[in-house]
């Protein structure tokens, strides 16, 4: 049974910091890009960030230079550190394991609250 849980979540103000967590069991993942997204009711689901074996491979304009994705293939578990936080970063943000071709489907977590204000 394949599963993707993520913590880390919370409440903080402006120009603060929370790291969230994925933990992730019942998939090859170190075959796996790793992907965290985001979503606020109304809008469509943006990708935030991925990371493949070699580190990460996409981070969205809006949160470079704030944002690091990490992954750790020995615990099978992604992070996403995340640094002076703006309003605009309040979502619903969701940890993804991509699929692989045809093969192999993508997983997604449950989702995890962030919620910045003052």
């Known amino acids: 049974q394949v599963q993707l849980l993520e913590s880390g979540g919370g409440s903080v103000q402006p120009g603060g910091s929370l790291r969230l967590s994925c933990a992730t069991s019942?998939?090859?993942?170190?075959?796996?890009?790793m992907g965290w997204y985001r979503q606020v009711p109304g809008k469509t689901r943006e990708l935030v960030a991925t990371?493949?074996?070699?580190?990460?491979?996409f981070y969205a304009d809006s949160v470079k230079g704030r944002f690091t994705i990490s992954r750790d293939n020995a615990k099978a578990a992604v992070d996403l550190q995340m640094n002076s936080l703006k309003p605009e970063d309040t979502a619903l943000y969701f940890c993804?394991?991509?699929?692989?071709?045809?093969?192999?489907?993508?997983?997604w977590g449950q989702g995890i609250q962030v919620i910045v204000s003052s």
């Open positions: 993804k394991a991509e699929g692989v071709g045809t093969t192999w489907r993508d997983y």
């Open positions: 019942g998939i090859i993942f170190s075959a796996r890009v």
């Open positions: 990371i493949n074996n070699y580190g990460p491979i």
